[in-house]
C-alpha cells in the first residue's frame, strides 16, 4: 500500500511558477515510477509528466515540455513538480499517482495508487 499526499498548489498569475510535492509513504518508494496527472471539471485526467524509480528517466507531455521538471528525491519519499512559465490553461486539480515498471506510464489506468489532488490556479 502506498499512500500520497501532494501540496503546493495555489494560485499563481500567468507566467508565474508553482513548485508541487508529492509525499509517499512506503518503504519501497525507489521501485515506484511516479506519474503527475492533472484534471478540470468535466475532462478526463491527462498526463504531465513521469519519473523513474531512480529519476534517470522522465517523460513529459506536449503540453508541458520545456515548462515543467519532474524531480524525486529517495531519501525522503518526495516527488517534485516544478512548473514555470504557467499559463491559465494549466489550471487544473493535479494528482500524483504510482505504479511499477515504465511501460505505458501516460495511461491513469496502469497507476495503482493515487494522491487527493491539490488546486492549481493561474489567472490571467
Known amino acids: 500500500q502506498v499512500h500520497l499526499v501532494e501540496s503546493g498548489g495555489g494560485l499563481v498569475q500567468a507566467g508565474g511558477s508553482l513548485r508541487l510535492s508529492c509525499a509517499a509513504s512506503?518503504?519501497?518508494?525507489?521501485?515506484?515510477?511516479m506519474g503527475w496527472f492533472r484534471q478540470v471539471p468535466g475532462k478526463e485526467r491527462e498526463f504531465v509528466a513521469a519519473?523513474?524509480?531512480?529519476?534517470?528517466?522522465?517523460y513529459y507531455a506536449d503540453s508541458v515540455k520545456g515548462r515543467f521538471t519532474i524531480s524525486r528525491d529517495n531519501a525522503e519519499n518526495t516527488v517534485y513538480l516544478q512548473m514555470n512559465s504557467l499559463k491559465p490553461e494549466d489550471t487544473a486539480v493535479y494528482y500524483c499517482a504510482a505504479k511499477t515498471g515504465w511501460s505505458q506510464i501516460q495511461f491513469q489506468r496502469n497507476y495503482d495508487y493515487w494522491g487527493q489532488g491539490t488546486q492549481v490556479t493561474v489567472s490571467s
Open positions: 512506503t518503504r519501497t518508494f525507489s521501485s515506484n515510477v
Open positions: 519519473i523513474s524509480g531512480g529519476g534517470g528517466g522522465t
